[in-house]
C-alpha cells in the first residue's frame, strides 16, 4: 500500500493548498483522463475482435477469384498447376487431415500416460522438474523440430522403421496399400510423427492440470475400496475429467491442424493424392508456406489465400469446441 | 478364494502393465526433448564463432556468420513487442476491471482464446493481403506486424489473469482514499500484478522469436545488411528454413547455428519467464 499513498500526496496539493477553481481544474483533468484511459482500454477490447474479424474478411476477400473461377469443385480437385492456372485443394486438405489424425493416434495416448504418471504414479520429488521439462518441449519453436526431423529423424526413419513397416504390412490387403514404398525418410509419416512430437506437450499439460481437479477423496475411496490404480484411473479419474481431456485433445488437434514450419521440412511437399502415408504429400499449410512468396499471378495466389481460409475455418471450429468444452468444465469445477 | 485371488494377481498385472507403460511414456517424451537439445548442442556448437556475429550471411561456398539475421530478428522482435504489448494490456485491462462480468468480456476471452492457437501462418497471409499487397513490397514493418499480432492474445490472457488475482479490498482502499479508477488501476492494480504481467510479455517475446511462417511472406528475408524498415529484413528463423533446405553443407552448419541461438534464447526467455512467475506464486 506504499504505492497508493504515495500517489495520494501528488493528488492532495491540488485540493488542499490551491483555490476551489484550482480544484475543479484539477478534478476536470482526473475525470478526463479516466474516461481517456477507460475508452482505450474499451477500444483494445474490441479491436481484438476486430483482428479476427478482419482476418476473416480479407481472407474471404482475396480467395474470391479463386473460388469464383473453381466454384465448389476447388475443394475435391486434385489438380494443382500453376502453368495450366489449374488449382484445387483435395491434396493439401487430405496431407492436413491426415497428418493431424495420424498425429492425435500417436500423442494422445503417450500424452495421456505422461499425465497419468505425474499426478499419480512419480516421486514427489521429479514431478516438477519433469513437468518443467515437458513445458519447456512445448516452447522449442516448430522451426527446430523441422530442422531436427529432416536431419536426424527422417534418415532414422527411411534406414531402420519404414522398411520393418514396409515388410510387416507387405502381406496384409488395406494396410499394404497404406504403407506402400520405397522408404524415403520424409513424407505425410515422418510430419505426422514429428507433430505428434509437438503436440505432446499440450496434451500433457491439459491432461495433468484436468486429472489435478479430482476431489482426492474420490479417489482415495476408490483404493480404500481395494482398487488398482489402473482401475482407479479408468473408473474414477478419466470419467470424472473426459470433458477436459476431450477438451484438451481438441486444442492439440488444432494445433495440429495449422503447425507449418515442422511440417514443411519432412512432409515432401508433393501436390498429390497418395494412399500410403508413406509417400511424400503436402499440407496447406506448407504449400503455403513453400509458394506463397513465389506465386505469381492473381489466381495463383488467390486460390492459396483461399487454402488459408479454409485452414483458419477448420482451426476455428476446432479450437472453438474445445474452448467450449473446457470452459465447461471450468465451471463444474466451480471457478 | 482361490478364484478370487486370481482375479485380484490378474487386476494387478493388468494395472502393473498400464503403469509399467505410464512410466515408459515419459521416458520417452524426456528421451526425445533430449535428444532434440542434443542433436542441436552437437550440430551447431560446431560452427559457433565470432564470424557468426559479426560477418553477413553468405553466398553458398564462403564464409560468414548471421550477423544481419540476428540484427533483423531483434529489430523485428522488439518491435512486434511494442506493437503488441499496450494492446493487449488495455485489452486485458478492460476484461479484468471495467466489464468484469460484461457479455462483451465473455467473448472477448473465448475469442482470444482462440487466437492464441491459431495458426501463425494464417496470421501472415493476412498481414499480406492488408500490408504487403496494397503497399507493393515486403517490410520489415509488416513483418513487425505480424509479430505483434501474436503477442495480443499471449498479454491479453496473462493480464486478465492476473489483475484477477489481484485482491479487491486493495482497490477498495484506494478509491476510498479518493482516487480516481483509472489511477487505481494504474498504481495499484498494475503494480500489485506487474511480475505476472511482465512474465506474459516474456513468454509472448519467446513466442515470436522462433516464429518463422508469419515473417515469410511480409519481411521475406534479406541476404545483405538492411536497417530500413520498408524494406524485406532478415531473420534468423528465415534465414535457418531457406539455409537447411539448401543442398550447400556450409549454409547447413549456418543453419544448425542458428537453430540453436535461436532455441538457446526462447529457452532463456521462457525459463526466466517461468521463475519469475514461481517467484511471485510463492510470496502470495
Known amino acids: ?335 | 478364494m482361490a478364484v478370487s485371488m486370481n482375479l485380484y494377481a490378474g487386476r494387478q498385472r493388468k494395472s502393473k502393465v498400464i503403469v509399467g507403460l505410464c512410466w515408459l511414456a515419459t521416458a520417452l517424451g524426456i528421451t526425445i526433448l533430449f535428444l532434440i537439445l542434443g542433436t542441436l548442442l552437437w550440430n551447431g556448437v560446431g560452427g559457433l564463432s565470432l564470424k557468426v556475429f559479426t560477418e553477413m550471411t553468405p553466398p553458398p561456398g564462403s564464409d560468414g556468420g548471421l550477423l544481419n539475421a540476428i540484427v533483423g530478428s531483434l529489430i523485428m522482435t522488439v518491435l512486434g513487442t511494442l506493437i503488441g504489448t499496450p494492446i493487449g494490456i488495455l485489452a486485458g485491462t478492460y476484461m479484468a476491471e471495467y466489464g468484469r462480468h460484461t457479455r462483451l468480456t465473455s467473448v472477448v476471452r473465448f475469442i482470444n482464446d482462440i487466437l492464441l492457437s491459431a495458426p501463425s501462418i494464417v496470421i501472415g497471409l493476412f498481414v499480406y493481403t492488408v500490408l504487403v499487397a496494397p503497399f507493393g513490397g515486403y517490410s520489415a514493418l509488416a513483418g513487425s506486424v505480424a509479430l505483434g499480432l501474436l503477442v495480443i492474445p499471449i498479454v491479453v490472457r496473462t493480464t486478465e489473469d492476473m489483475l484477477l488475482l489481484v485482491p479487491n479490498p486493495l482497490r477498495e482502499a484506494a478509491a476510498a482514499l479518493g482516487m480516481p479508477r483509472s489511477l487505481v488501476i494504474q498504481q495499484v492494480a498494475y503494480k500489485a500484478a506487474r511480475a505476472g504481467m511482465i512474465t506474459g510479455v516474456l513468454l509472448a517475446i519467446a513466442r515470436i522469436s522462433g516464429e518463422t511462417a508469419p515473417l515469410l511472406f511480409t519481411a521475406l528475408g534479406n541476404q545483405f545488411w538492411s536497417m530500413s524498415l520498408t524494406e524485406p529484413m532478415s531473420s534468423l528463423p528465415i534465414v535457418i528454413f531457406k539455409f537447411a533446405l539448401s543442398p550447400y553443407a556450409d549454409w547447413q552448419k549456418l543453419a544448425w547455428t542458428g537453430a540453436l541461438l535461436v532455441t538457446f534464447a526462447v529457452l532463456a526467455l521462457s525459463i526466466t519467464a517461468r521463475w519469475l512467475g514461481s517467484t511471485t506464486g510463492q510470496q502470495k
Open chain 1, 1 to 335: 500500500m506504499v504505492d497508493a499513498s504515495a500517489q495520494i500526496e501528488t493528488v492532495r496539493p491540488g485540493g488542499m493548498s490551491r483555490t476551489s477553481s484550482d480544484r475543479a481544474a484539477v478534478l476536470s483533468g482526473l475525470r478526463r483522463n479516466d474516461a481517456i484511459f477507460r475508452i482505450l482500454t474499451h477500444t483494445a477490447a474490441i479491436a481484438v475482435l476486430g483482428i479476427l474479424g478482419s482476418v476473416f474478411v480479407s481472407l474471404a476477400f482475396g480467395s474470391l477469384p479463386a473460388l469464383y473461377a473453381f466454384g465448389p469443385g476447388f475443394l475435391y480437385s486434385q489438380s494443382w498447376n500453376p502453368v495450366t492456372d489449374q488449382f484445387g485443394a483435395l491434396a493439401p486438405i487430405w496431407g492436413t487431415l491426415v497428418t493431424a489424425i495420424v498425429a492425435m493416434l500417436i500423442a494422445v495416448p503417450i500424452g495421456l500416460g505422461i499425465a497419468i504418471f505425474l499426478t499419480e504414479l512419480c516421486p514427489m520429488a521429479l514431478r516438477r522438474p519433469i513437468g518443467i521439462a515437458i513445458e519447456l518441449l512445448a516452447g522449442v519453436p516448430s522451426i527446430i523440430y523441422g530442422i531436427w526431423g529432416l536431419f536426424v529423424f527422417a534418415p532414422f526413419l527411411q534406414q531402420y522403421v519404414q522398411p520393418a513397416l514396409i515388410a510387416l504390412f507387405s502381406p496384409i490387403p488395406v494396410l499394404s496399400t497404406i504403407f506402400a514404398g520405397p522408404p524415403l525418410g520424409i513424407g505425410v509419416f515422418t510430419a505426422a510423427l514429428i507433430l505428434a512430437i509437438m503436440v505432446l506437450p499440450f496434451i500433457t499439460a491439459v491432461c495433468r492440470d484436468v486429472f489435478d481437479t479430482v476431489p482426492p477423496v474420490l479417489k482415495e475411496s476408490a483404493y480404500g475400496l481395494g482398487c488398482t490404480t489402473w482401475e482407479v484411473m479408468r473408473s474414477i479419474v478419466i470419467p470424472y475429467t473426459r470433458v477436459g481431456v476431450i477438451g484438451g485433445v481438441m486444442l492439440a488437434l488444432g494445433r495440429a491442424l495449422g503447425e507449418t514450419m515442422a511440417v514443411t521440412f519432412v512432409v515432401g511437399n508433393a501436390q498429390r493424392f497418395s494412399a500410403s502415408i508413406l509417400q511424400p504429400g503436402t499440407t496447406i499449410s506448407a504449400t503455403i508456406a513453400n509458394e506463397f512468396a513465389e506465386a505469381t499471378g492473381g489466381l495463383y495466389q488467390s486460390s492459396m489465400i483461399a487454402l488459408g481460409l479454409i485452414l483458419f475455418v477448420l482451426t476455428f471450429i476446432v479450437l472453438a469446441c474445445a474452448r467450449l468444452l473446457l470452459r465447461s468444465l471450468d465451471k463444474k469445477a466451480g471457478k
